[in-house]
């Protein structure tokens, strides 16, 4: 089965900064890979598709990089409402695990 | 819109069975491959299980494996988790998703999600 980490597993930062989420598969998974937004109380939001693609009606300041089998989402200027757990999914090959999430707060 | 509504939680004893539904409405239920997943105290998501649009493949996490059964009735729009022999651990709110429409695809649309209270 691939495993799935995330780095940091929380972070706080001032609105208006830039932040980074870093997601690691245990072995190759392509472009198969998307990030989603939680909020206290509330299903998972689907972010990001195909490790890049922006779903329709998220704001342009999230976005998603790859390296290899490293995976990034990044916040170009962190706003309150960004306020979540953000957790990133591969979904190559059953079982499609998720990784263990990245709580964000303002500092 | 699409609408996924999760129902059939509720508090069970250790060992007992529950079995979830999920209505979907607001598109073609057949077009969509879907999924169970769920959320333990405290914990992240997890993954647990997949059906295909015809109802084969199904695909589980190991840890549900022999006691939970995914199935669908594309005829009512319905998808289904059985859950047997329940444990402490399976204690979560869990949250119909929908997959994709060819190939594997991510978790696009979620219902809000039933609450399983596994507890003596």
């Known amino acids: 089965d691939i495993q799935m980490t995330q780095s940091p597993s929380s972070l706080s930062a001032s609105v208006g900064d830039r932040v980074t989420i870093t997601c690691r598969a245990s072995q190759g998974i392509s472009n198969y890979l998307a990030w989603y937004q939680q909020k206290p109380g509330k299903a998972p939001h689907l972010l990001i598709s195909g490790a890049s693609t922006l779903q329709s009606g998220v704001p342009s300041r999230f976005s998603g990089s790859v390296s290899g089998t490293d995976f990034t989402l990044t916040i170009t200027s962190l706003q309150p409402e960004d306020v979540s757990t953000y957790y990133c999914?591969?979904?190559?090959?059953?079982?499609?695990?998720f990784g263990p999430g990245t709580t964000v707060d303002i500092k | 819109e699409v609408q996924l509504v999760e129902s059939g939680g509720g508090l069970v004893q250790p060992g007992g069975s529950l079995r979830l539904s999920c209505a979907a409405s607001?598109?073609?239920?057949?077009?969509?491959?879907m999924n169970w997943v769920r959320q333990t105290p405290g914990k992240g998501l997890e993954w647990i299980s997949y059906i295909y649009r015809t109802g084969s493949p199904i695909y589980y996490v190991e840890s549900v494996w022999g006691r939970f059964t995914i199935s669908r009735d594309n005829s009512q729009d319905s998808l289904y988790l059985q859950m047997n022999s329940l444990r402490v651990e399976d204690t979560g709110i869990y949250y119909c998703?929908?997959?994709?429409?060819?190939?594997?695809?991510?978790?696009?649309?979620w219902g809000q999600g039933t609450v399983v209270i596994v507890s003596s």
């Open positions: 607001g598109f073609t239920f057949t077009d969509y491959e």
């Open positions: 999914q591969h979904y190559h090959s059953a079982p499609f695990t």
């Open positions: 998703a929908r997959g994709g429409s060819g190939g594997y695809r991510p978790h696009d649309s």
